[in-house]
């Protein structure tokens, strides 16, 4: 709580503030003040009927469910399944053609740490495009 709203929650601060304030100024705060509170009474109240409106959905299609013969709980099982299954993704192809340490030929995406001959190449003077496929 920030200390405005904890000098507004305090009534011996209030009283001591409101000493230098002008009658009219104070009934302008409290009309600003109720006109807040209402707001959020308003805002309160909408978000309890949309709660109740969807717990009533909610018991509705469960009863369509169970009288169609279909346990919820079997229904979100499916979805589970459905959501667990990942597609993996497809190998990039290779870009760069490399000759490592031991003589055989290799091939790198572009992708990720750069092979260490290539690195070492790149160092005295090759450019990276000598790889190219």
Same mark, same amino acid.
């Given at each position: 709580?920030?200390?405005?709203?904890?000098?507004?929650?305090?009534?011996?601060?209030?009283?001591?503030?409101?000493?230098?304030?002008? /009658? *009219?100024?104070?009934? #302008?705060? @409290?009309?600003?003040?109720?006109?807040?509170? +209402? !707001?959020?009474?308003?805002?309160?109240?909408?978000?309890?009927?949309?709660?109740?409106?969807?717990?009533?959905? /909610? *018991?509705?299609?469960? #009863?369509? @469910?169970?009288?169609?013969?279909?346990?919820? +709980? !079997?229904?979100?099982?499916?979805?589970?399944?459905?959501?667990?299954?990942?597609?993996?993704?497809?190998?990039?192809? *290779?870009?760069?053609?490399?000759?490592?340490?031991?003589?055989?030929?290799?091939?790198?995406?572009?992708?990720?740490?750069?092979?260490?001959?290539?690195?070492?190449?790149?160092?005295?003077?090759?450019?990276?495009?000598?790889?190219?496929?």
């Amino acid at each position: 709580m920030t200390d405005s709203l904890k000098a507004l929650n305090n009534i011996r601060t209030l009283r001591a503030q409101a000493r230098d304030l002008q /009658l *009219a100024e104070l009934q #302008e705060m @409290l009309e600003k003040f109720s006109m807040v509170v +209402a !707001e959020r009474r308003e805002e309160s109240h909408a978000e309890e009927t949309a709660g109740r409106e969807k717990a009533e959905k /909610l *018991a509705k299609y469960r #009863e369509l @469910l169970l009288g169609d013969g279909i346990d919820p +709980a !079997e229904l979100l099982g499916a979805l589970q399944v459905a959501a667990k299954q990942r597609v993996k993704r497809v190998p990039r192809p *290779a870009k760069y053609k490399y000759t490592d340490e031991d003589g055989q030929e290799k091939n790198w995406t572009g992708q990720g740490r750069t092979p260490a001959v290539i690195k070492a190449a790149i160092t005295s003077g090759k450019s990276l495009n000598d790889f190219l496929i």
